[in-house]
């Protein structure tokens, strides 16, 4: 005669590398076991490992005696694909306010464009130095012929996927387009009302259409 009791597994967890737990299934749900023991295990390993993921510093290693100056901008400057960090270091009557990496003239390369004011004058002006050979062209750049009366927003006015730079000049808002390297001011919204400064603003799609409007 047969019995009926079927034969218990015994299964052995670790759990920290220090106690190991065991338990006594039976075949009928031993396989809903296995689940629950591979989801521990594998929240254990996580969870072990969270020294690992946290967050270290490493500007002594990347920096050594170069460990000054501000942030500004990230870019792959070089294209090596490797992220490079823009570090404003030396302040002089120039002071720069922002520095804003883009391909502004549609050639594939990253140009970098950079805010600033003359000491004493508070009139945003705006330069960009042109991409070059997986390098920047610092002997050549850009100044716009508009000056801005505050922080000019680096945006796709037109859809032409270049950037372009938007922001008030004078009482009116006023786009520029650098495409080709052909600079080109114009005035952009009919608004009756100037704007304030500091302003905020944003583009977005509000009628659905795939296309931003500010």
């Known amino acids: 005669m047969h019995s009926h009791c079927r034969k218990p597994y015994i299964y052995s967890v670790a759990v920290e590398r220090h106690a190991v737990f065991q338990f006594v299934m039976t075949e009928a749900n031993s396989r809903m076991f296995l689940s629950w023991a591979w989801f521990l295990t594998l929240l254990l390993s996580f969870v072990g490992q969270h020294v690992t993921f946290a967050l270290?510093?490493?500007?002594?290693?990347?920096?050594?005696?170069?460990?000054?100056?501000?942030?500004?901008?990230?870019?792959?400057f070089n294209s090596d694909k490797q992220t490079d960090i823009f570090i404003i270091r030396k302040r002089n009557d120039f002071r720069i306010t922002s520095v804003v990496p883009g391909d502004y003239d549609g050639d594939s390369q990253m140009d970098v464009l950079v805010t600033g004011y003359v000491k004493d004058i508070i009139q945003t002006r705006v330069f960009v130095f042109w991409g070059h050979n997986q390098t920047l062209d610092q002997s050549e750049k850009v100044g716009l012929n508009s000056t801005f009366s505050d922080q000019p927003l680096v945006m796709d006015f037109n859809g032409d996927m270049v950037p372009d730079i938007f922001g008030s000049v004078g009482s009116s808002p006023e786009v520029c387009y650098l495409k080709s390297r052909q600079q080109k001011c114009e005035k952009a919204l009919n608004l009756d009302v100037k704007m304030r400064a500091p302003h905020s603003n944003a583009f977005i799609d509000l009628n659905k259409d795939f296309t931003a409007g500010e």
């Open 56 to 76: 270290q510093d490493v500007t002594g290693d990347l920096f050594g005696s170069e460990n000054y100056g501000t942030v500004a901008a990230f870019g792959d």
